[in-house]
Nanobody, 119 residues
Framework: EVQLVESGGGSVQEGGSLRLSCVASGDTSCTLDMSWHRQAPGKEREFVLGFERDGATRRADFVKGRFTISQDNAKRTTYLQMSSLKPEDTAMYSC?????????????WGRGTQVTVSS
């Protein structure tokens, strides 16, 4: 089993920046494909940024170069660097891990970290 813990959320002014972290622990022996998602109040959860199996980055259209994803494999940490934040970026941000082992694939979610952007 894999545990994911996010941190780094908070309240910022419009135009500000935040860096979110997602630390993976537990059985990380199989391949983990990491991604970030968000859910605003009253809306469905949506994809933000993530790594493809070949290492390429996939991003949602609304990112538009404002957000980047990176990893520190030694620390088992995935980061979401956000800049030029807008009030519409206010949401609970969660990381997801898709663990692919030889015989099965499992999806894990963290509990999330709240990001609030005020105008």
């Amino acid at each position: 089993e894999v545990q994911l813990v996010e941190s780094g959320g908070g309240s910022v002014q419009e135009g500000g920046s935040l860096r979110l972290s997602c630390v993976a622990s537990g059985d990380t022996s199989c391949t983990l494909d990491m991604s970030w998602h968000r859910q605003a109040p009253g809306k469905e959860r949506e994809f933000v940024l993530g790594f493809e199996r070949d290492g390429a980055t996939r991003r949602a259209d609304f990112v538009k170069g404002r957000f980047t994803i990176s990893q520190d494999n030694a620390k088992r940490t995935t980061y979401l660097q956000m800049s030029s934040l807008k009030p519409e970026d206010t949401a609970m941000y969660s990381c997801r891990a898709v663990q692919t082992c030889p015989l099965w694939t499992t999806i894990y979610w963290g509990r999330g970290t709240q990001v609030t952007v005020s105008s």
